[in-house]
């Protein structure tokens, strides 16, 4: 397998897969009895799998330093931010960086509630694995 192959493998799942779906709590009325649940997204299992793998990918590659993720876009001319990762030009980007694009991607989950999914259903993270694949 290439060095890249455990993320790029993804890029044919990626053009048939849902991603995932809002759930959102229409039984509950917000009563003590009945309180209402926060709104989540629940991933397809190939978007699991890939979140996975991204950390695997980061394990086995430390020279990489994705940990590094926000610096490496900043060195780059990017912000962690939606629209300005959105905005990058990728087709001059080095694998690092567009590893760093999708770690920042992968960690901005954690802070808001779906963006990655937003990521995946706007066609960027197909984008940036394309990347990856024709730097490979």
Same mark, same amino acid.
């Given at each position: 397998?290439?060095?890249?192959?455990?993320?790029?493998?993804?890029?044919?799942?990626?053009?048939?897969?849902?991603? #995932?779906?809002?759930?959102? &709590?229409? @039984?509950?009325?917000?009563?003590?009895?009945?309180?209402?649940? /926060?709104?989540?997204?629940?991933?397809?299992? /190939?978007?699991?799998?890939?979140?996975?793998?991204?950390?695997?990918?980061?394990?086995?590659? $430390?020279? /990489?330093?994705?940990?590094?993720? #926000?610096?490496? !876009?900043?060195?780059? #001319?990017?912000?962690?931010?939606? &629209?300005? /990762?959105?905005?990058?030009?990728?087709?001059?980007?080095?694998?690092?960086?567009? !590893?760093?694009?999708?770690?920042?991607?992968?960690?901005?989950?954690?802070?808001?509630? #779906?963006?990655? !999914?937003?990521?995946? $259903?706007?066609?960027?993270?197909?984008?940036?694995?394309?990347?990856?694949?024709?730097? @490979?």
């Amino acid at each position: 397998m290439s060095k890249f192959g455990i993320l790029t493998k993804y890029i044919p799942m990626i053009q048939t897969d849902s991603f #995932g779906e809002w759930v959102i &709590d229409k @039984e509950n009325d917000g009563t003590p009895e009945h309180p209402i649940q /926060m709104p989540f997204v629940r991933y397809s299992e /190939m978007v699991s799998n890939f979140i996975d793998d991204v950390y695997t990918f980061e394990e086995s590659n $430390k020279d /990489m330093e994705l940990t590094r993720y #926000g610096d490496i !876009l900043k060195e780059n #001319g990017l912000e962690w931010g939606t &629209d300005s /990762m959105k905005d990058a030009d990728v087709s001059s980007l080095n694998a690092q960086c567009v !590893l760093a694009l999708l770690m920042g991607a992968v960690r901005a989950e954690r802070f808001c509630d #779906g963006v990655l !999914l937003d990521f995946f $259903k706007s066609g960027y993270i197909l984008k940036w694995l394309e990347r990856l694949q024709n730097i @490979e």
